[in-house]
């Protein structure tokens, strides 16, 4: 190439200089593990909130967190989203991401997908235009406005329809959904963009028990193409999951395994119940504990 069309190349309208141009980071899950969680510990005036914290979630697995109110398990969410800093320890999305550098909207970009408690849809736009908002892209939200979606576009806002069920409500306003569907729809809207790992704050509050099974139902379905972590108060729905179950008490991790497991495990009936109380004579009370 000459010096004239190298330098022209150089200075091109159309695209971005290399060194800017934002670069992808691939997650390296060779070993099948997204995240390690070592050693976190988080502390609010003096009080600590995750106290030497470690959790390892498999690729592609579905994982359930619970525990009491206060347990932290909002606080662990916020340090891997890069809401929170911590003190001590460490995050890593798969071997090679170190997501204590990185910031709010780096994680997001990294393909970690949070949806919080309460459905945060645009009520005012139909639920393909909130599914096209959150399609993955690298431009801004006006010109994704503006822009004609493409084929293979067009193809993931259908699959992410079906996925969540929503494809007869396809052009109705997100507004007059019931609060179920809404709550799929934002699900939705994180599949849109992409996500490997999708942390999921108590998807079923409010739900009726229909809606309840329907969850369930889906959030299995993303498991294997995604990985999930579901924090959940209710039981029944997290029994309803049948997967590994981690429970948090004071900032740690207490116990791990299966609902069974858990409900069997003799810290965690000291801890809810007292040391002397039999969870099989009570275990809908064991439950509501958690
Ligand atoms: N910003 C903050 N400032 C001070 N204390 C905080 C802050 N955020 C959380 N805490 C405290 O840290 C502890 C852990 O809170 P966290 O919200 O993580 O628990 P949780 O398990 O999510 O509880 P819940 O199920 O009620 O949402 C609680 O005692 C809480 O009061």
């Known amino acids: 190439m000459s010096l004239l069309e ?38 609010f005036d003096g009080f600590k909130a995750l106290n030497d914290l470690n959790l390892y979630i498999n690729d592609g697995e579905l994982r359930c967190l619970i525990g009491a109110n206060g347990a932290g398990k909002t606080t662990l969410m916020d340090v ?13 999305f798969g071997q090679n991401i170190d997501l204590l550098n990185k910031d709010e909207a780096e994680i997001a970009q990294l393909g970690i997908g949070r949806k919080f408690q309460k459905p945060t849809v645009f009520e005012e736009q139909t639920v393909f235009s909130n599914l096209e908002l959150s399609l993955k892209s690298d431009k801004g939200v006006l010109p994704t406005l503006w822009a004609k979606l493409t084929p293979t576009q067009l193809d ?33 809207m994180l599949l849109a963009a992409e996500p490997r790992l999708l942390l999921i704050d108590e998807p079923v509050a409010g739900m009726t028990a229909q809606e309840t099974e329907r969850t369930a139902e889906l959030l299995t379905s993303l498991a294997g193409d ?37 409900q069997n495990h003799p810290d965690v009936i000291e801890v809810y119940l007292g040391e002397d109380a039999s969870l099989t004579s009570s275990t809908k009370a064991g439950e509501s504990y958690l």
């Open 156 to 188: 993931r806002i259908d699959e992410v329809l079906t996925t969540i069920g929503l494809k007869q409500q396809c052009f109705m306003l997100a507004g007059a959904l019931s609060h179920g569907q809404k709550q799929w729809l934002e699900i939705g």
């Open 6 to 43: 190298s330098t022209r190349n150089t200075f091109r309208r159309d695209q971005v200089w290399s060194f800017l141009a934002p670069h992808e980071q691939q997650v390296n899950v060779d070993k099948d593990m997204i995240l390690y969680v070592e050693g976190l510990s988080v502390s």
């Open 80 to 92: 891997i989203t890069g809401k929170t800093a911590c003190d001590t320890g460490s995050v890593f």
């Open 226 to 262: 995604h990985t999930v972590i579901v924090v959940e108060h209710d039981m029944e729905f997290v029994r309803s999951l049948a997967r590994t179950v981690t429970v948090l008490h004071q900032g740690s991790v207490l116990a791990e395994g299966t609902m069974d497991q858990i």
